[in-house]
């Protein structure tokens, strides 16, 4: 992370810092809420650029982590703790164990064999999920909002807005951190050259676990808050579609740029908000087609809008060189 | 446990695991060979049964539908690879997913549009609808016996081209090493046209003979995506033989696995918890063994790739 | 200006001219939430087509006031369909919601809603979960309870000495609940218990060890595309015309068409059917033909109820502002609805009548379900007893 992108993510969580008030202001409580639930999926698109964006790692079940972290909430709650104190660092410590067992099995794979085997994993977990009778099965189960012994009260939507904002800043400023370590440089070197890194004596798979690992357990703060969002948990949250629309959020923002996936959670999650409307100008009920237009959109964003909105912003304000980086490995080595 | 139940219920892992053959040939072969990475490979299975069943429709013959709309999924999927995969080849695996995850939805939107939202009804020609009775007291479709064969005599198509064709020959040069078969002088970019598009007829043909037993509808194809692919990972990307083999093991576990393991966990957990258990474990079963043969041998059984 | 931007200085936009208009005070609003987009658009598209519909026949007016219906697409996820909640109540400010296909959604956006000054009013979804304890004031079903249908079935089999029945249905809730519902009222012995992936295609396997354990009859609970594929390949193998096959919530209007001579001699069991003959029903069923072409399902049916549940509450009420009144005047249950006869049970929930229906092929080569009579009249759900509501 350069200046640029300092100065980008300052603005941009400035910006989101003041939709509250503004909300206020002109009596549109919905706002905050609706950018909450942008918020918390850039928090889970955060931590999949970590992996994807620095370490190459295109892990196709993301969304089971934010089931993870979801569904301990939603058990917590079940069974009448609903103190967030407990709830969210076990999300976190949960998500990250089955990071850590599923990366360890995964990791020993790559290229598109990685692709799928998270993929793999991710389906295991929505089906039980939907095996789960005790909570719910398919129909998921409430879950009341988490307590923090009066310090924050979620059920007021700014508090919950900020709550949210918080957590997304304090994870951009650790990873942001930590990619500029020497642990960011081993997996940020793995990527480009695996093997070079292995002959000057890097265990690069601990290295990548542990990145893994870490990304594991912030999705999963991202479904606990997700979970209290909704007041609501089932195993949609871990369909397959969603790993791809996080992953989308991340190519349209911009990948190894971290500010990059927050853009493009809220690009993502703004269009299918009001690609619909927009279609509806048109075109009595063409919005229910909105799939139609969606789908060209991703394959363009792919096709010519290389670094994504990111890149759109470096160039645009800083222009000095593109900020964006190409990624994903290719390849079966 | 009937040994007789048992053998009919090899037969049904059979004719879904030739299925799933149909439709991971050409995954496993796009893959191979252009590198690429195709979510929307279930569309062309979608597209082909909806050809087939307009096809019938129109032309009120099962079997010349069925023969017209081999040459119309090789135009659509030939179609799909001059106008938007094309450009992909170059890219990596991520830019692959996400633009063929687009291609899903578009394309699972246009048939919404032009068949419109209900679900077409494909039905069978009496000459098809019969039943043999090949084990004792158990009458199968005639039908579906059809499916296994037409599934095992494709299988043997897919080999002898692979094996004994000069077109099999620069697939399998592809498969393990593409710049290769460009350096050699070949036209590279009607080869993969090719490849593709006949994929695209393999799919098809398998989306064409499900009409007939499943709905014909948007989206059908999703599903069967994600099994093809973890037929051709266990297989081996890029290699037939192992698709083969990945597709029949898949069909009669996921067959099988789904039928016998609440009765067998019946035998040691309480009923309750078997009828919980049971299903939950068998619509699992197969990505546990994706994970577990993935553990073992990081790059599938077969694999044909040598870099 | 990135996506975001625009798309927030869009939505402010149009929140700033929301705002700006001046509401009068007794404007009714109505948010209808349905599935539109995506495969189950299949079932949320007559829904609002039947919905508009009965918007037509009050003459766009509920309760003879202004009226204004915001649609929402929830896509089937529960995550959307509690945002657009969100949205209704808090920017349009919506005294109503209706519509919801989905137990799951509806489980989803109950608490929220139901704490809101907002009425929920379910046009489909009936899950057990909300039915019992969890019973609210402020939450009417115009639909059924899920476990009516398959009670009946149970009765049904009963009243005709059906015994060895083997019973099928999708692994998750409403399946279980599906299976539990029709054992409650079935005495008969059930000869096998099948629970199958959710969404799944080919039921080969299944049919297999179905003909292996011999029954006298079948019962399925499969919804959607996967009643569809199940009774095509039970046909094809040969069983319809060996075993009877009778199911709830599985051979309707929407997947006749793609079934045809394979559904044809099932019974099905349903709350509603196209033919019942009270004077609503014709003219909504004649109505419907015309305008869209087809046969309505019992999904259609319950949206246009809904429309009359409103407009005849909002009348009896006198306006919107007062939700005591609006919410006796809803208890009162005396709406013209298509079912002929309905009334409110203590927890919101109809009692109505059961029917069983049989798919038939018609003369002029369509086909439809026909009312094979009553199996039980005036038939309230078993959870209304554990709901504390009285009134």
Not at chain 2, 254 to 280: C, E, K, M, Q
Not at chain 3, 84 to 90: A, E, P
Request: proline share 4%; net charge positive.
């Amino acid at each position: 992370m350069n200046n640029r992108q300092i100065w980008l993510t300052l603005i941009t969580l400035a910006l989101f810092a003041v939709v509250p008030p503004l909300a206020a202001i002109f009596d549109q409580p919905f706002y905050v809420d609706m950018l909450a639930r942008v918020l918390i999926l850039a928090l889970a698109a955060v931590s999949l650029d970590f992996i994807l964006g620095y370490g190459g790692m295109v892990s196709f079940g993301h969304a089971a982590y934010m089931g993870i972290g979801a569904y301990t909430v939603g058990i917590f709650s079940f069974y009448g703790i609903d103190n967030g104190f407990i709830q969210f660092p076990l999300a976190m410590a949960a998500s990250a164990l089955v990071g850590l067992i599923f990366g360890a099995m995964s990791l020993r794979t790559s290229g598109v064999y990685f692709i799928m085997i998270t993929l793999a994993f991710a389906q295991m977990l929505y089906f039980l999920g939907i095996s789960l009778e005790e909570f719910g099965g398919d129909d998921g189960m409430t879950a009341a909002r988490s307590e923090f012994a009066g310090l924050v009260d979620l059920n007021d939507s700014s508090q919950f807005y900020y709550l949210v904002l918080a957590c997304l800043a304090l994870v951009l400023f650790i990873l942001h951190r930590l990619v500029r370590s020497r642990f960011g440089m081993v997996i940020r070197a793995s990527r480009t050259n695996e093997k070079r890194m292995q002959a000057m004596g890097f265990h690069t798979y601990r290295y990548k676990l542990a990145g893994f690992t870490i990304a594991a357990s912030i999705c999963g703060l991202s479904g606990a808050l997700f979970a209290n969002l909704n007041e609501f948990v089932s195993p949609d949250i871990m369909h397959w579609t969603r790993s791809g629309e996080i992953m989308i959020m991340v190519i349209m923002g911009g990948m190894g740029t971290l500010i990059g996936p927050v853009l493009g959670a809220a690009g993502f999650l703004l269009l299918e908000e009001y690609l619909p409307q927009w279609m509806e100008i048109f075109m009595t009920n063409a919005g229910e087609h909105w799939a139609i237009i969606m789908g060209p959109i991703l394959i363009a964003i792919v096709l010519f809008g290389r670094g994504g909105i990111h890149a759109l912003f470096a160039r645009k304000w800083f222009p000095r060189r593109s900020g964006a980086r190409n990624g994903g490995g290719k390849g079966h080595g | 446990m009937d040994p007789l139940l048992l053998l009919e219920q090899s037969f049904n892992g059979l004719q879904f695991g030739v299925m799933l053959f149909l439709i991971a040939a050409g995954l496993t072969l796009v893959f191979g060979v252009m590198d690429l990475v195709n979510l929307a490979h279930g569309s062309l299975v979608m597209i082909g049964a909806y050809l087939a069943t307009t096809l019938v429709a129109w032309t009120d013959s099962f079997l010349l539908g069925m023969i017209l709309a081999l040459p119309a999924t090789f135009v659509v999927g030939a179609l799909v690879e001059v106008v938007a995969l094309r450009t992909l080849y170059r890219r990596d695996h991520l830019d692959q997913v996400l633009a063929t995850f687009g291609l899903i939805l578009f394309f699972n939107e246009v048939v919404r549009i032009v068949w419109g939202p209900i679900s077409l009804y494909s039905g069978l020609p009496d000459y098809l609808s019969g039943h043999v009775e090949i084990i004792p007291g158990a009458p199968y479709p005639v039908f579906r016996l059809l499916i296994i064969a037409v599934g095992l005599a494709v299988a043997g198509i897919i080999y002898l081209i692979v094996a004994h064709t000069r077109l099999g020959m620069l697939i399998r040069a592809g498969a393990s090493n593409n710049e290769m078969v460009g350096a050699l002088g070949v036209n590279i970019k009607s080869l993969f046209t090719l490849v593709f598009a006949l994929g695209a007829v393999f799919a098809g043909l398998a989306g064409m003979m499900l009409g007939p037993l499943t709905s014909v509808e948007s989206g059908m194809g999703e599903p069967l995506l994600i099994l093809a692919f973890v037929v051709i990972i266990i297989g081996g990307i890029g290699s037939i033989r192992g698709a083969f083999i990945a597709a029949i093991v898949i069909g009669m576990v996921d067959t099988v696995g789904r039928i016998f393991l609440p009765v067998l966990l019946r035998a040691v957990v309480s009923d309750a918890a078997a009828d919980t258990a049971g299903p939950a474990l068998a619509s699992m079963l197969i990505y546990i063994l994706m994970a577990a043969i993935l553990v073992v041998r990081p790059r599938g059984l077969f694999p044909a790739r040598t870099g | 200006m990135s996506k975001r931007i625009i798309g927030l200085a869009i939505g402010l936009a149009t929140g700033l001219a929301l705002a700006a208009t001046p509401v009068a005070a007794e404007t009714v609003k109505v948010g209808f939430i349905t599935t539109l987009s995506g495969p189950a658009g299949i079932i949320g598209k007559p829904m609002k087509n039947a919905f508009e519909l009965g918007l037509e026949h009050v003459g766009g007016r509920l309760g003879g006031l202004d009226t204004e219906i915001i649609y929402g697409d929830d896509q089937r996820k529960p995550d959307v369909a509690k945002q657009l909640t969100n949205k209704m109540i808090k920017r349009d400010r919506v005294q109503f919601i209706s519509g919801i296909i989905w137990s799951n959604l509806l489980i989803a956006v109950h608490g929220p809603v139901t704490r809101s000054d907002t009425f929920l009013i379910s046009s489909n979804a009936g899950p057990s979960a909300v039915a019992g304890k969890k019973c609210s004031e402020n939450f009417f079903n115009v639909a059924f309870q899920n476990d009516m249908m398959p009670e009946g079935m149970g009765k049904y089999m009963t009243d005709k000495k059906i015994d060895n029945v083997y019973a099928m249905a999708p692994n998750y809730q409403a399946g279980k609940d599906m299976i539990k519902g029709f054992k409650r009222m079935f005495k008969g012995k059930i000869a096998g218990e099948v629970y199958t992936k959710l969404g799944q295609k080919d039921y080969q396997a299944e049919i297999s060890a179905l003909r292996a354990a011999k029954p006298s009859a079948v019962f399925i609970f499969l919804p959607g595309g996967m009643g569809i594929n199940f009774i095509k390949q039970y046909t094809q193998a040969g069983l319809s015309s060996k075993i009877p096959l009778y199911s709830a919530y599985t051979v309707d209007a929407i997947s006749l068409p793609a079934l045809k001579d394979a559904a044809v001699g099932t019974f099905g069991v349903q709350h509603w059917s196209p033919d019942l003959g009270n004077s609503v029903n014709r003219r909504f069923v004649a109505d419907y033909r015309k305008k869209y072409g087809k046969t309505p399902s019992f999904y259609a049916a319950q949206a246009y109820d809904t429309v009359m549940l409103l407009d005849k509450a909002i009348r009896t009420a006198g306006g919107v502002s007062d939700r005591a009144k609006l919410r006796a005047a809803m208890r009162a249950g005396d709406f013209p609805t298509t079912r002929g006869t309905f009334k409110f049970n203590n927890n919101h929930f109809p009692i109505q009548n059961i029917y069983l229906r049989e798919a038939v092929k018609e003369a002029d080569g369509s086909y439809v379900t026909k009312t094979r009579g009553v199996i039980i009249s005036a038939h309230g759900d078993s959870y209304a007893k554990s709901c504390g509501m009285k009134w």
